[in-house]
């Protein structure tokens, strides 16, 4: 019996080590913006309106956790309608044919400096698949005083190339510039 009780306090210790964490984004203090630089003289910025993002981990630096995204590609939003439309055809983003952007990390790795990693993971946009890394900063977790519940902030940054996923193809440099600068800030709200 004492073998017995022994067993399962370990199994309990063993599951409570290994207990994963989820966060999802909270959207009214979440972004995700770009920059892409046009005629090589001025550069412009768009965001995303709609897209969700979840978080899960087992160690409370977040040095395992795993990222998922999911972008409404509708969802563009360049403060210019006219280019808005442009970049929701096939010229661009094509809408109709890939409604989704998405981003599913691979691995996360410490930097020199505190609470900072290397983000990797595999990019999906246009049809095409790559691997990216990005700049991670945790910015740390507090309790929410309205919520009572856990909220964790991040900031993500990184360069991709339209080339990489034959995106905007028609339209080289110095047209468009081929990097476009990715940065997203996100608030998550512990789950559970």
Not at 38 to 49: E, N
Not at 158 to 164: A, E, P, V, Y
């Amino acid at each position: 019996m004492k073998k017995l009780i022994i067993l399962v306090a370990v199994a309990l210790i063993n599951t409570a080590a290994f207990a994963q964490t989820t966060w999802n984004s909270d959207k009214a203090h979440s972004k995700l913006q770009f920059t892409i630089t046009h005629l090589a003289v001025s550069d412009v910025d768009g965001w995303f309106k709609d897209f969700s993002a979840t978080i899960v981990s087992a160690k409370p630096d977040f040095s395992d956790a795993k990222f998922t995204l999911t972008v409404n590609t509708a969802s563009i939003n360049t403060e210019s309608d006219q280019r808005d439309g442009h970049l929701k055809s096939a010229d661009f983003f094509d809408v109709a044919a890939y409604p989704t952007m998405t981003f599913v990390s691979t691995g996360i790795s410490k930097t020199a400096t505190a609470n900072h990693y290397k983000l990797n993971g595999n990019l999906t946009l246009h049809g095409t698949t790559k691997a990216v890394s990005l700049d991670l900063w945790y910015r740390g977790t507090i309790t929410n005083p309205m919520s009572k519940a856990d909220d964790a902030g991040f900031q993500v940054t990184g360069t991709i190339k339209r080339s990489d996923f034959a995106f905007g193809s028609k339209f080289g440099s110095p047209m468009l510039s081929d990097e476009v600068a990715i940065k997203a800030n996100g608030e998550f709200a512990k789950a559970n």
